[in-house]
């Protein structure tokens, strides 16, 4: 585990990557209103901390398709939702992950909420994406960051985030290379499209001995548990803990089973 700052919790192994409902603000048809979007991020927090984990990372994965910058409104909507879990759960270690592309916006609601950390997909280099061309925001997030006095929020960088294809491909090493020594990213996510291809990737940049966290950015199942446990410092999980079925807490709909929470924290030896 990594030391966020001499001042701030350690950073768990398992990290519960929380996805938001679609709000209104996506258009979509199935889009909750906004407190219902609110209490269903509180209700998954405490259902994850009550299961043992201390890390959560606020996404609002369900609100496509992705626009070019996060609008004012969605910041709005991401401060509420993670102030609501600060103040229900005060230590508990937070991040924040924006679908849209930038680092202003996401490193503001960061600030906004005493968030710990922020995860940032395209960082350096150049991706081409479902909602087109995306080129890498390192500068802007250094020089951001030090603007908002926010020198304590991580950045966590995927390095070819597996939603997209380098436009044109260096060397995984290069790239991770070129995110924490041109980037200064505090810890590196690497996932493939599949297991197999994360694994690789993993044992291709733990020789390099970067000085940072490599954390697996998703693909995590009891399955394939024992594959990751001692190649990734940290494991960012969603899908493996969601269980069909589960009734709803006060009209919010329940996808986590604390079970599996657990299950997954006593395995990876948190």
Same mark, same amino acid.
């Given at each position: 585990? $990594?030391?966020?700052?001499?001042? +701030? @919790?350690?950073?768990?192994?398992?990290?519960?990557?929380?996805? #938001?409902?679609?709000?209104?603000?996506?258009?979509?048809?199935?889009?909750?209103?906004? *407190?219902?979007?609110?209490?269903?991020?509180?209700?998954?927090?405490?259902?994850?901390?009550?299961?043992?984990?201390?890390? /959560?990372?606020? *996404?609002?994965?369900?609100?496509?398709?992705?626009?070019?910058?996060?609008?004012? +409104?969605? =910041?709005?909507?991401?401060?509420?939702?993670?102030?609501?879990?600060?103040?229900?759960?005060?230590?508990?270690?937070?991040? $924040?992950?924006?679908?849209?592309?930038? !680092?202003?916006? /996401?490193?503001? &609601?960061?600030?906004? =909420?005493?968030?710990? %950390? =922020?995860? &940032?997909? /395209?960082? =350096?280099? !150049? #991706? $081409?994406?479902?909602?087109?061309?995306?080129?890498?925001?390192?500068?802007?997030?250094?020089?951001?960051?030090?603007?908002?006095?926010?020198?304590?929020?991580?950045?966590?960088?995927?390095?070819?985030?597996?939603?997209? +294809?380098?436009?044109?491909?260096?060397?995984?090493?290069?790239?991770?290379? *070129? !995110?924490?020594?041109?980037?200064?990213?505090?810890?590196?996510?690497?996932?493939?499209?599949?297991? +197999?291809?994360? &694994?690789? #990737?993993?044992?291709? $940049?733990? @020789?390099?001995?970067?000085?940072?966290?490599?954390?697996?950015?998703?693909?995590?199942? %009891?399955?394939?548990?024992?594959?990751?446990?001692?190649?990734?410092?940290?494991?960012? &999980?969603?899908?493996?803990?969601?269980?069909?079925?589960?009734?709803?807490?006060?009209?919010?709909?329940?996808?986590?089973?604390?079970?599996?929470?657990?299950?997954?924290?006593? !395995?990876?030896? *948190?």
């Amino acid at each position: 585990m $990594v030391d966020m700052s001499s001042s +701030e @919790p350690t950073l768990p192994r398992i990290i519960a990557a929380l996805h #938001m409902l679609p709000s209104e603000y996506s258009r979509r048809p199935d889009a909750a209103p906004r *407190q219902r979007v609110i209490d269903h991020a509180l209700v998954h927090a405490r259902i994850a901390y009550e299961a043992g984990a201390r890390a /959560v990372c606020l *996404q609002n994965t369900n609100d496509l398709p992705i626009g070019p910058r996060a609008t004012p +409104e969605m =910041v709005a909507l991401m401060i509420d939702a993670g102030r609501a879990i600060r103040k229900a759960l005060p230590d508990l270690v937070l991040g $924040v992950t924006l679908v849209e592309h930038g !680092a202003r916006e /996401v490193l503001d &609601i960061a600030k906004a =909420v005493e968030a710990q %950390f =922020v995860r &940032i997909k /395209v960082y =350096v280099g !150049a #991706m $081409v994406k479902a909602e087109g061309l995306l080129q890498g925001c390192a500068h802007e997030a250094i020089h951001h960051r030090a603007t908002i006095g926010g020198e304590r929020i991580r950045i966590f960088a995927d390095v070819y985030d597996r939603l997209g +294809e380098p436009l044109s491909p260096l060397p995984l090493t290069e790239a991770c290379r *070129q !995110a924490v020594d041109f980037g200064r990213a505090d810890a590196l996510i690497l996932s493939g499209k599949t297991s +197999e291809q994360s &694994i690789r #990737m993993i044992d291709d $940049v733990r @020789p390099m001995r970067l000085g940072v966290p490599l954390i697996l950015g998703g693909g995590m199942s %009891f399955s394939n548990l024992k594959f990751f446990a001692n190649r990734a410092d940290h494991f960012l &999980i969603y899908a493996g803990f969601v269980k069909r079925g589960l009734p709803d807490q006060n009209g919010v709909p329940v996808e986590w089973d604390g079970a599996l929470i657990k299950a997954f924290i006593e !395995a990876t030896h *948190q």
